[in-house]
């Protein structure tokens, strides 16, 4: 099969075949297939789009470049749980613990900062000692004693989604609902999960800028998962301004412990509570919603999820101790507040612009490469539809002797608009969209 036949078929609008699918992904992964002729099937596909079967035959190709963990022998199906990407998001570390303490397994993947969203990854390593790169039978005896693993992916796991993910980063193809599905369902279908809960984010921090865009996607994730045989839910979520008040990595550690603690922001408290009962039913831990949800709650009045955290830490090689003593986590005392422009109410605070303004301080990265400062970032003060007076306190950046600061508030200040009038700001949750088959 000739490369450039599949790429002129695909370029005037026609179906590939499943064996024409797997060809390209084995000409990704095993290096038969040039640079430049991947990235022209990735434009045609940009362009002509894939059906429901493609979209499932290129995940499983993909699944199939590299290793399917598997995880046997536990009394629930593992789970996990997947953002598209938003800012101050810190709601895995919550989550992941309070559904382990709920006994659903919990072997979680996650991914490092990048451009203006946060990342699972940097804020554990934030925590001393802490190792994100366990191997598949640590994290079997993670899970069959702690309940829980937070890792990142290991380079055994879809091979040809790094070579792909790569080309289109640098070809403009990264904007395409099937090859976004396809590198996220192969990744957490690889995984050796049954069940897994999306969190599609969309508003002006997001990926998706718009609900519509954010729902097609979701329907096709769930799909695709739902037919590889993990059971997939989504729900959609604003992400219009910063998630909680904790913006950059150690700072949304301690947010995430508050949390746990019961002391959290409700918007973090509240979403978090909602995917971890999602989990537990997807993990067959409960059966009805309020069930889950009573559980999830009680875990967390307990004290139980917090501990289940700390305990986490200590089976990754991190000090535990940062769980009661913030003091061990990784800190500035460097603090420049940015102030409201004018008297009224807040009406936006853009969480791009505030997820960029972390970013350029050093708590973020532009590419995978890069180094990140695990003690600066911003703190919300203000939230959109609070009273603000003229000068007042909006955001507080915690900064390194100045680096990146005079960026940041730049960032900051045109991420604030202040109004006459309280606008509400949007709910949090938009809606759900789970498989037709779940419910017949
Ligand atoms: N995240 C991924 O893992 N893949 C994409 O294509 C987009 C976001």
């Known amino acids: 099969m000739r490369a450039v036949d599949l790429i002129r078929a695909k370029r005037d609008g026609h179906g590939l075949s499943r064996d024409a699918i797997n060809a390209f992904v084995e000409g990704v992964t095993s290096g038969t297939w040039p640079d430049y002729q991947i990235s022209a099937l990735l434009m045609a596909v940009v362009w002509r789009g894939l059906s429901a079967d493609e979209t499932a035959w290129l ?33 895995s570390l919550v989550l992941a613990p309070l559904a382990a303490a709920c006994g659903a397994p919990v072997p979680m993947m996650s991914g490092r900062a990048l451009g203006h969203t946060g990342g699972t990854l940097d804020k554990l ?42 080309l289109r ?15 996220i369902m192969s990744k957490k279908i690889a995984e050796g999960i049954g069940g897994l809960m999306l969190d599609v984010k ?27 045989g993990v059971c997939t839910e989504a729900i959609i979520t604003a992400m219009d301004a910063p998630l909680g008040s904790a913006v950059g990595n150690a700072l949304e550690v301690v947010e995430a412990i508050e949390t746990l603690k019961g002391r959290g922001p409700g918007d973090v408290t509240e979403l978090s509570v909602r995917l971890a009962a999602g989990l537990l039913m997807l993990a067959g831990v409960e059966v009805t919603h309020a069930a889950a949800d009573r559980r999830v709650r009680g875990a967390l009045a307990s004290g139980a999820g917090v501990e289940t955290f700390a305990r986490i830490i200590e089976n990754q090689g991190g000090d535990r ?28 605070l853009d969480a791009e612009g505030v997820g960029r303004a972390a970013m350029a301080l050093g708590a973020g990265r532009d590419r995978l490469e890069g180094a990140v400062d695990h003690a600066v970032g911003a703190r919300v003060l203000a939230r959109p539809g609070d009273a ?15 680096r990146g600061l005079a960026a940041a508030v730049a960032l900051v200040r045109e991420a604030i608009e202040v109004g006459d009038t309280a606008v509400p700001p949007r709910p949090l949750v938009l809606g759900t969209v789970d498989h037709p088959d779940r419910h017949p």
Request: hydrophobic share 40%.
């Open 59 to 91: 995940t499983d190709a993909m699944v199939h470049s590299g290793a399917r963990l598997r995880f046997d022998g536990l009394a629930h199906v593992p789970v996990d749980k997947h953002s598209t990407g938003g800012v101050g998001d810190k709601t």
């Open 321 to 348: 101790r940062v769980v009661d003593d913030y003091a061990r986590l990784p800190q500035t005392a460097d603090v420049e507040l940015v102030g409201a422009p004018r008297g009224g109410y807040l009406e936006r």
């Open 169 to 183: 980063d640098v070809t403009a193809t990264v904007e395409s609902v099937p090859l976004i599905t396809a590198s």
């Open 202 to 228: 969309t508003g002006t921090g997001a990926f998706m800028k718009t609900e519509a865009e954010a729902r097609r996607l979701a329907a096709s994730l769930v799909a695709t998962g739902t037919r590889a």
């Open 388 to 402: 603000v007076r003229a000068g007042g306190p909006v955001v507080e950046l915690r900064h390194r002797a100045g």
């Open 125 to 166: 390593e934030s925590i001393p000692g802490f190792r994100v790169d366990l191997d598949e039978a640590a994290i079997a005896r993670a899970l069959a004693t702690v309940g829980c693993a937070l890792v990142g992916q290991t380079d055994a796991i879809v091979p040809a989604d790094r070579r792909l993910y790569a």
